[in-house]
């Protein structure tokens, strides 16, 4: 197992030095899901929940926290990301949305963050605006699925 980058030789948190590395294109890729009734999902797709579109307001979200991640975390660096794209797709089952973030940035260090915190903020979103309908969501198996750089 590696040594964990985020503590100095005391045990102490401290935020990794990035600076000798060199500046590469970065991708990282998350995924994760929110589990619903089928009714919610139903007005979601009508646009018929009180609060607005979901899915357009869950997309802003996600990108927006992508874009503040280094604000949200407290070891992570603040990164000038340069795309984020969030994405749904609702399976034939009807009982989840599945959420899609990649990031992009070119960096010194990595934007695995910025990708897991647009799709955990994309299913709160989904969650907060969906609450008053659905009392037994569940947001779910938010991982990472693959980074590369070059």
């Avoid at 926290?65 to 070891?75: C, D, F, S």
């Avoid at 609702?90 to 990649?102: C, E, F, G, T």
């Amino acid at each position: 197992m590696k040594n964990l980058t985020h503590l100095d030789p005391s045990g102490e948190a401290r935020m990794v030095d990035v600076s000798a590395k060199p500046v590469q294109a970065r991708e990282a890729i998350a995924q994760g899901e929110i589990r619903l009734q089928k009714a919610t999902l139903r007005l979601i797709e009508r646009n018929a929940i009180a609060k607005g579109n979901v899915l357009a307001t869950a997309r802003l979200a996600g990108i927006m926290a992508a874009k503040r991640t280094g604000e949200l975390i407290p070891l992570c660096h603040p990164l000038p990301i340069s795309h984020c794209h969030v994405e749904f797709e609702i399976p034939k089952k009807r009982d989840r949305i599945l959420i899609r973030a990649s990031a992009k940035i070119a960096a010194q260090t990595g934007v695995e963050m910025e990708a897991l915190t647009a799709v955990a903020l994309a299913a709160l979103t989904i969650y907060d605006m969906c609450k008053a309908v659905d009392k037994r969501m569940r947001i779910i198996n938010v991982r990472l699925v693959s980074k590369s750089k070059s």
